[in-house]
């Protein structure tokens, strides 16, 4: 690896550490307001809607100019979000405002790995990204409790004794922790190289913006690789974004944990999202990236065992398991998808659908979550449903992907007869 690609982790490495971190600070701010339970998920939602409706979009951004220079573009973006929220504006709005940023920031931080690395060396680079930003995750999700609790509200507290806003002292200096957060990640943002990588003339018109989206979006979906691995990935990034506010609610309910202590267990399942996606950054090559979708099924058939689990020694080795799991199957599939779409249209307009499908995904499994909650389903409940559901798509998957290549087999033998007949 180049030091273009290291220079590209470091920036991801503080972009997400701030991401996560905020979303603990907003969750904590929903909390001391008394918002009604079923709108902590809302903030996520909030968070990807940008991707959502953006998606048309953003891709034409990333491939208009330098990848390092949209990244930091979109990384101070980020910072208004943080601003917002540190000048009283609610959660749900300000967190949006985050995830408008980081809708325009992903398609040039993944887009540019297909420009810096040759294909045999994705899978290997999304290891790394994956394991990085997991472990920003964590240390985000460990950061943000801190900022939230007791002890660090008494310290500044006791420190700075005037409070001049409404918010209170400790969450004012939380958000200056995130927001310089942010800033060092522009930072590292401006020392990306540029790659020399150049496309056509990007289109501006938004209803020709729409129809390319659209074209580019159906020619993924319709590619037998292709499918597979994007419906893979969406599947996971939302459980994974589901999974992040059961855990909280599961840990408050089943080990009554305060949310600083409960923030720790989602960085628990990112360490192992973080070994998983290392080992099999190493140990699966691009061209046997299918052969672990059956892992997938299997997390989701774990992720039940948490309504058994009652005790902290117990909590902490299965989510490190469903989170290596997770980790493992999703890099080889994630690298996967890159390929197919780097070589069917260009990076960033790639990564564009690859996030409006992603998010997508997030955004029906969290509206589903904050009605189960809404409802009043038991933790236990929305976790059981939630494994299965899961299980259940990449068992479906899983049957397409086969059938696909019953297809693929089928063909290939009709052509090879027609040139023996020929």
Excluded at 177 to 192: E, G, Q, T
Aim: aromatic share 10%; proline share 4%; with cysteine.
């Amino acid at each position: 690896m180049n030091r273009g690609f290291y220079t590209i982790m470091a920036a991801q490495f503080f972009s997400s550490l701030a991401d996560n971190a905020l979303l603990i600070l907003a969750i904590s701010v929903l909390a001391s307001s008394q918002s009604p339970a079923w709108m902590t998920p809302m903030l996520k939602l909030f968070f990807v809607a940008s991707y959502v409706l953006l998606a048309p979009f953003v891709g034409a951004f990333a491939d208009e100019l330098p990848k390092g220079r949209v990244m930091f573009i979109t990384n101070l973006v980020k910072v208004v979000g943080c601003m917002m929220m540190f000048f009283n504006v609610h959660p749900l709005l300000a967190y949006a405002v985050v995830g408008f940023g980081a809708a325009a920031y992903s398609p040039a931080k993944y887009g540019i790995l297909t420009e810096l690395l040759p294909p045999e060396k994705l899978v290997v680079a999304n290891g790394w990204i994956e394991g990085l930003t997991v472990l920003s995750i964590i240390f985000g999700t460990v950061l943000g409790g801190t900022l939230v609790s007791e002890q660090f509200a008494a310290s500044i507290t006791a420190m700075l004794p005037v409070n001049d806003l409404e918010l209170s002292i400790s969450l004012e200096v939380g958000l200056g922790v995130v927001m310089c957060s942010y800033l060092l990640a522009a930072a590292f943002n401006l020392k990306i190289p540029d790659t020399g990588a150049r496309y056509a003339a990007q289109e501006r018109n938004p209803f020709k913006l729409i129809l390319d989206f659209s074209h580019c979006f159906m020619s993924l979906w319709k590619d037998r690789l292709g499918q597979i691995s994007l419906a893979v990935t969406s599947l996971f990034w939302g459980a994974g974004a589901t999974l992040q506010f059961i855990v909280l609610k599961w840990a408050e309910q089943a080990l009554n944990m305060p949310l600083a202590k409960a923030a720790i267990l989602q960085g628990v399942v990112a360490f192992g999202v973080a070994f998983g996606a290392m080992a099999a950054a190493r140990l699966i090559p691009l061209k046997k990236s299918l052969a672990v979708m059956p892992l997938g099924f299997a997390m989701g058939i774990i992720v039940t065992l948490m309504t058994l689990a009652h005790s902290v020694e117990l909590a902490y080795p299965l989510l490190v398991l469903v989170g290596a799991l997770s980790g493992f199957f999703v890099v080889p599939m994630n690298a996967l998808l890159q390929h197919r779409g780097h070589v069917i249209m260009s990076a960033g307009h790639s990564i564009a659908v690859q996030n409006f499908s992603e998010n997508a995904s997030i955004l029906m499994m969290l509206a589903l979550y904050a009605l189960l909650i809404k409802l009043d389903f038991s933790v236990n409940t929305v976790i059981v449903l939630f494994g299965l559901f899961v299980a259940g798509i990449m068992w479906m998957v899983m049957r397409r992907h086969a059938a696909n290549q019953r297809e693929y087999d089928s063909m290939h033998l009709i052509g090879e007869k027609k040139h023996i007949d020929s």
